[in-house]
């Protein structure tokens, strides 16, 4: 079977993977990208989950996202690492560079004479910055949430025949304080980079995709979020001088079953070995 061809991107920005966690939708992250061909890919924040990292549980189509992104490492393309509040551990690594891959705390970029400011956004949240405890048993509850969401998703679906439904996001859009703080995150995001003089602001943290013009005193920017791949499986792309925010498509499952019954689906060892190999190939 002829490959479909793959689709040109100039930048690709995730966040807000969350490897390492139920929520995470890793089988669904892999078939997107393995679609696209990006010259540069933004990786902004929160990609693994080292709060809730365990060595119980790190699937195999965890394992592949981390092998395709280090395949593309190997091949040149460009690797920005923005951490975040959940793999903050790697912020000590600020600097880091191996082949194409370089690990930062925050990310300015040149885009035909635009600036953009790319950062994980966690900075604004008052609650991790004051009580990182209280953010961490929230991490766990919304994991915990996911999974309870997944069991009525399954329930909808196979006994009653009706569609997905989002208890997190129900939760987030009824609560007028998480609106509101999605408001003032936006805009205090917005007017810091104004005051820099950057034309984009880029960010993850709250899993909310948006991609929007804010006006202020002080002039407009187009605020960016490229959402997540726990609820909004969704991701920013730059091409062709524009910006778009890609959704995963229920459509797209069909797809992505075929792609499944063809993959051979090697084990860990052989995909550890592959990675090891990789790795290699980008110090030498």
């Known amino acids: 079977m002829k490959k479909a061809a793959k689709r040109k991107i100039d ?11 139920y929520g995470c939708h890793a089988k669904e992250l892999l078939h997107y990208l393995r679609s696209v061909k990006p010259k540069t890919v933004v990786l902004n924040g929160d990609i693994i989950d ?10 195999k189509s965890h394992m592949k996202i981390v092998k395709h992104i280090m ?17 903050e551990l790697l912020r000590k690594f600020a600097g880091f560079k191996m082949g194409s891959f370089c690990i930062v705390n925050k990310l300015v970029l ?21 009580s990182k405890w209280l953010a961490r048993l929230g991490a766990v509850g919304y994991d915990t949430l996911i999974l309870i969401n997944r069991m009525a998703n399954f329930i909808s679906e196979r006994v009653f025949n009706k569609g997905k439904l989002s208890l997190s996001k129900k939760i987030k859009d009824s609560v007028k304080s998480a609106v509101k703080f999605i408001n003032d995150f936006e805009q205090t995001a917005a007017e810091i980079a104004i005051g820099n ?33 726990i609820e909004n499986l969704s991701a920013l792309e730059y091409a062709n001088g524009e910006w ?13 079953q075929k792609v499944k019954a063809a993959d051979d689906d090697p ?7 592959e990675m090891l190999a990789e790795f290699n190939s980008m110090r030498n």
């Open 11 to 21: 930048i690709l920005v995730l966040s807000d993977i969350h490897l390492g966690t």
């Open 50 to 59: 080292i709060w809730q990292f365990s060595k119980r549980y790190w699937p």
């Open 267 to 273: 084990d860990s060892n052989r995909l550890f070995a």
């Open 71 to 87: 395949g593309w490492m190997s091949k040149g393309t460009k690797i920005w690492y923005v951490t975040g509040n959940h793999d």
């Open 244 to 256: 778009n925010i890609y959704k995963f498509d229920e459509t797209e499952k069909a797809a992505m």
């Open 110 to 130: 040149d885009l035909g004479g635009k600036k953009a400011w790319f950062f994980h956004g966690d900075i604004f949240d008052v609650t991790m910055q004051n």
């Open 197 to 229: 003089g950057y034309d984009y602001v880029l960010c993850g943290h709250i899993h909310q995709p948006e991609i929007r013009q804010v006006q202020t005193e002080q002039g407009e920017i187009l605020y960016l979020n490229s959402g997540d791949w």
